[in-house]
T-cell receptor, first 115, second 113 residues
């Protein structure tokens, strides 16, 4: 099976712009989660989508939003970019087959730089 | 408040010796724990997991131990190899389908030849 893919891999934007990142999960995986990783920080959970519905949300401002399509592909949008949004954005998918036991598989990430 | 803690930001170990990475958590609702390895410019890679009903899980050179009463888990790598040099993230999850993942800040492991 192909792994989780994310596009684009690298992105440079300026403050105030908006950006859309894309994630294609592993075939058959219905849950997609997004994380932000900044230097010195762990993986900060943004949100999780399952069957086109946002099921969980982390503590990020409303400028961060996402959606999931019927084929489980997901997009993440950040509006009004700030310098502090520069980070590696990781997408992870999981099968959600077994109750309480699930493993997330990560994509390579999108490196966003805000100038 | 960090729910998953990895108090050692870095660890150096000689090749062939044992690497022990530690993780502590505060939320008693966590019932599934995972370790991920991350190389620079790549996404994290799943390494090994353990359910809260077990206290040990082994996979080749990797063993994870869980002490529920102490809310502590550890990853043992024996023997350590230079290719193991990476950042290791501890993660914990809970929920009906384990969808609430919380990651620790990571520990950078350097295995010296």
């Amino acid at each position: 099976k192909a792994g989780v893919t994310q596009t684009p891999r690298y992105l440079i934007k300026t403050r105030g712009q908006q950006v859309t990142l894309s994630c294609s999960p592993i075939s058959g995986h219905r849950s997609v989660s997004w994380y932000q990783q900044t230097p010195g920080q762990g993986l900060q959970f943004l949100f999780e989508y399952f069957s086109e519905t946002q099921r969980n949300k982390g503590n990020f401002p409303g400028r961060f939003s996402g959606r999931q399509f019927s084929n489980s592909r997901s997009e993440m949008n950040v509006s009004t970019l700030e310098l502090g949004d520069s980070a590696l954005y990781l997408c992870a998918s999981s099968e959600q087959r077994d109750r309480g036991i699930d493993t997330q598989y990560f994509g390579p990430g999108t490196r966003l730089t805000v100038l | 408040d960090q729910q998953v803690k990895q108090n050692s930001p870095s660890l150096s170990v000689q090749e062939g010796r044992i690497s022990i990475l530690n993780c502590d958590y505060t939320n008693s609702m966590f019932d599934y724990f995972l370790w991920y390895k991350k190389y620079p410019a790549e996404g994290p890679t799943f390494l090994i997991s353990i359910s809260s009903i077990k206290d040990k899980n082994e996979d080749g050179r990797f063993t994870v131990f869980l002490n529920k009463s102490a809310k502590h888990l550890s990853l043992h790598i024996v023997p350590s190899q230079p290719g193991d040099s990476a950042v290791y993230f501890c993660a914990a999850s809970w929920g009906l389908y384990g969808q609430n993942f919380v990651f620790g800040p990571g520990t950078r492991l350097s295995v010296l030849p």
